[in-house]
């Protein structure tokens, strides 16, 4: 059985996470497999209108503008074209879970 929470300063893996979620839930884990592989295909179509993860965050397609860079070896200006980016913007409730409240 493979474990389920991965030690300080590592990642979780895919495995570990359906491993997880299969305990805390009673389903098998090719259940679990089937639910993140529909998620992540419902995520991957929506994107670009911008999808919420309820209390972890938005996925979110921003634009960014033709600029013009410097070559940091040459100094030369570089003109980079404008174009589409994905973001990610954390929830309130996840950044106050995540992250220790600020002292005043």
Do not use: W
């Not at 884990?29 to 993140?36: A, R, S």
């Not at 995520?43 to 397609?61: R, S």
């Not at 503008?65 to 940091?72: E, F, G, H, T, Y």
């Amino acid at each position: 059985m493979a474990k389920a929470a991965a030690t300080k300063g590592q990642v979780l893996t895919k495995t570990q996470i359906i491993t997880a979620l299969a305990e805390k839930t009673d389903l098998p884990k090719k259940k679990i497999t089937e639910v993140l592989e529909a998620f992540t295909t419902l995520t991957y179509k929506n994107a670009k209108n911008g999808f919420t993860l309820p209390g972890i965050g938005k996925i979110v397609v921003d634009n960014r503008s033709a600029r013009v860079c410097r070559n940091p070896q040459t100094g030369e200006p570089v003109k980079v074209p404008a174009r589409k980016v994905l973001k990610f913007r954390f929830a309130k409730a996840a950044k106050d879970a995540i992250l220790p409240a600020k002292k005043k």
